[in-house]
C-alpha cells in the first residue's frame, strides 16, 4: 500500500462508519420507528451528516487526494487503490462545487418541499406544488452550472451523477428508437388487452401467507438470510450497510398478490448484487454496484426476464397454488403466465407493465431536458405531461395526481435519475441473450436451479461492485458496450407472441 494511501485510509474508515450509521437510522426510519420519533430524530441525522461531511472535506483529504492523482503516486497504487482514488475524487468534485450556505438552503428547501409535494398529490393540486418545484429547479440548475466542463450541458452534468456512461445523446438515440419501434406495438396491443383474463389476481390473498411465499420466493432466487433481513414498509427498497448486512423491504396488499411477489423478486435482485460484492472492496468508496442502472438491471432481470418467464414458474407455481388454494386451484399455470404478462393502459409509472414501463420514463427524460433547456415554464408542465401521455400512450390523466404530481423524485431534486430506470431495464436484457449463449438458462430454470444463473452475475457482474463502470462491465463480459436492440427485440418478438399479432 503507498504511504499517501495508508495515511488516507483512516479518514475513509471514520466516512464509511459515519455512513453506516445514517443507514441504518434510514432503515429503522422507513421499518419500524415510531412516528412521532421523526422530529427529534432528524437532530441527530443533522449531526451524522454533518459529520461525515467534515470526515471527506477537509484540508488534509484535500491534499492526500491531490497528492494520490499525480503520476507518481499513481504507479504506486494497486487496482483497487486507483478506483477508491477515482470514486473519492468523484463525490469531491460533487460535493465541493457547492457553496456550503447554498447546500444547507437547499437541504431545508428539499426537506420542506418532499412534505409539500405529498399535500399536493393528496390534495390533487399542483399549483400548491409549483414554487417549490421552482426553487428546486432553479437551485438544481445552478449547481450543475457550478460542475459543467468538457462541452457537457447542465442536464447531462445530472445524468451523470447516476450513470456516467450516458450522454443526451446516447439516450436520445435509444429512445428514438424504443418510440419508433414500441409505440405502435403498444397501441396494438391496448387493443387486445381484454382477451387476457387475472381476475383471479385481484381476490383475496391472506397477508400472512403472501409474507411468507415471498420469503420462500426470495430463498429460492439465493438470498442469505445469514447476511441479510426483510422487513415491511410503504414503499419496497433494498439497503445495505455492508456485503454481510444487506436488507430489503416488502409491501403486502389483501388484493393484489402480483404486488408482493413481484416487488420480493425485484428487491431480491438489488440484495444479491450487494450480497456478492467481494470481501476485499465492501466499507470502501467502491463496495456497492456500479450505477443506478446496473443496480436496476440486475433486479429486473430477476423481475420480468426471469420472473415472468414459464421455465421460472414451473418447478414452483404448485407451492404458490398450495398457498391459496381457494383463488389458484383452477388457475392453471399457462393461465398465471398470461396473467402476469398482461399488458393494459395505464398511467401510473410504478403500475406499468413490462412492455410499456419505458414509455413512463421516455415521457419524464424529454421533460427534464426541456426544463434544464429553459424549453418549458414550470406553470407549463402539466399541459406537456398530458400531452405526452396522449402522444405516446393514448390516454391522458384527468387530474395532477396521476400525472404530473405521481412520483417523488423531483421533490428530492433528483433530475437525471429516470433514465437509470430504463437503462438498467435494457441492460438486463443484453445480460440475458448473452447469458443464454453461455448456459442452457431454461434448462437451469425448469430444473429449479438457480445457482448457476447467480454464479454467472456474481463473476462478471457484482463482485466487482464499482471498480468498473456499466459499460466496462458490457464489454467484458459481452464484448461490447451498450446496445438497446436486445431490449427492444425482445420485447416486440414476447409481446407479438403473447397477443398474437
Ligand atoms: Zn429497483
Known amino acids: 500500500m503507498s504511504k499517501t494511501f495508508e495515511k488516507l485510509k483512516p479518514y475513509l474508515d471514520k466516512a464509511m462508519a459515519l455512513q453506516t450509521a445514517r443507514s441504518l437510522f434510514e432503515w429503522d426510519t422507513q421499518t419500524l420507528a415510531p412516528f412521532g420519533a421523526a422530529d427529534n430524530t432528524s437532530k441527530v441525522n443533522g449531526i451524522l451528516s454533518d459529520e461525515y461531511m467534515k470526515s471527506l472535506i477537509n484540508d488534509d483529504v484535500r491534499q492526500l487526494l491531490k497528492k494520490l492523482q499525480e503520476e507518481q503516486e499513481q504507479a504506486e497504487l494497486t487496482d483497487l487503490e486507483k478506483a477508491i482514488v477515482k470514486e473519492l475524487a468523484k463525490s469531491y468534485e460533487q460535493l465541493e462545487s457547492i457553496p456550503p450556505e447554498e447546500y444547507k438552503e437547499y437541504n431545508e428547501l428539499t426537506s420542506i418541499s418532499s412534505r409539500k409535494w405529498a399535500k399536493a398529490k393528496k390534495d390533487n393540486s399542483y399549483s400548491d406544488f409549483a414554487p417549490y418545484l421552482q426553487k428546486i429547479i432553479d437551485f438544481k440548475k445552478k449547481f450543475a452550472s457550478y460542475r459543467v466542463k468538457d462541452g457537457k450541458t447542465p442536464y447531462e452534468v445530472l445524468l451523470g451523477d447516476y450513470e456516467e456512461c450516458f450522454m443526451i445523446k446516447d439516450l436520445d438515440a435509444f429512445f428514438d428508437k424504443f418510440k419508433a419501434e414500441i409505440i405502435p406495438l403498444v397501441k396494438e396491443v391496448y387493443k387486445k388487452t381484454d382477451t387476457i383474463d387475472k381476475s383471479y389476481n385481484s381476490l383475496n390473498y391472506d397477508i400472512e401467507k403472501q409474507k411468507e411465499f415471498c420469503k420462500y420466493l426470495s430463498g429460492y432466487l439465493g438470498f442469505d438470510f445469514n447476511r441479510g433481513v426483510i422487513a415491511e414498509s410503504e414503499h419496497p427498497f433494498t439497503l445495505q450497510l455492508h456485503n454481510h448486512d444487506v436488507r430489503i423491504t416488502g409491501r403486502y396488499l389483501e388484493n393484489n398478490l402480483e404486488s408482493s411477489i413481484f416487488s420480493a423478486i425485484h428487491e431480491t435482485g438489488h440484495a444479491l448484487y450487494e450480497m456478492n460484492i467481494d470481501d476485499s472492496l465492501t466499507q470502501t468508496p467502491v463496495g456497492t454496484g456500479a450505477s443506478m442502472g446496473m443496480h436496476e438491471s440486475q433486479s429486473r432481470f430477476f423481475e420480468n426476464l426471469i420472473g415472468r418467464?414459464?421455465?421460472?414458474?414451473?418447478p414452483i407455481y404448485?407451492?404458490?397454488?398450495e398457498a391459496f388454494p381457494e383463488n389458484l386451484q383452477n388457475i392453471p399455470l399457462e393461465k398465471f403466465i398470461k396473467g402476469i404478462n398482461k399488458v393494459s393502459p395505464c398511467l401510473i409509472r410504478t403500475e406499468a407493465d413490462e412492455l410499456s414501463?419505458?414509455?413512463?420514463?421516455?415521457?419524464?427524460?424529454?421533460?427534464?431536458?426541456?426544463?434544464f433547456n429553459n424549453e418549458v415554464t414550470v406553470d407549463d408542465l402539466p399541459k406537456v405531461w398530458n400531452q405526452k401521455y396522449q402522444d405516446y400512450l393514448g390516454i391522458a390523466p384527468t387530474n395532477d395526481?396521476?400525472?404530473?404530481?405521481?412520483?417523488?423524485?423531483?421533490?428530492?431534486?433528483?433530475?437525471?435519475?429516470?433514465?437509470?430506470?430504463?437503462?438498467?431495464?435494457?441492460?438486463?436484457?443484453?445480460?440475458?441473450?448473452?447469458?443464454?449463449?453461455?448456459?442452457?438458462v431454461s434448462e437451469y430454470l425448469r430444473q429449479g436451479n438457480i445457482t448457476p444463473i447467480r454464479e454467472f452475475l456474481r463473476d462478471n457482474i457484482h463482485k466487482y461492485g464499482a471498480t468498473k463502470n456499466t459499460n466496462e462491465i458490457l464489454k467484458d463480459l459481452c464484448g461490447e458496450e451498450f446496445k438497446p436492440d436486445y431490449y427492444i427485440n425482445y420485447l416486440k418478438e414476447k409481446y407479438s407472441r403473447l397477443y398474437e399479432l
Request: proline share 3%.
Open 401 to 440: 395526481s396521476e400525472g404530473i404530481l405521481q412520483d417523488i423524485h423531483w421533490s428530492f431534486g433528483e433530475f437525471g435519475y429516470f433514465p437509470s430506470y430504463a437503462i438498467g431495464t435494457a441492460v438486463a436484457s443484453q445480460i440475458y441473450e448473452y447469458m443464454k449463449e453461455k448456459m442452457p
Open 318 to 321: 404448485e407451492k404458490l397454488v
Open 357 to 371: 414501463y419505458c414509455i413512463h420514463i421516455i415521457i419524464r427524460y424529454e421533460i427534464e431536458k426541456m426544463i
Open 309 to 314: 418467464s414459464y421455465d421460472f414458474w414451473e
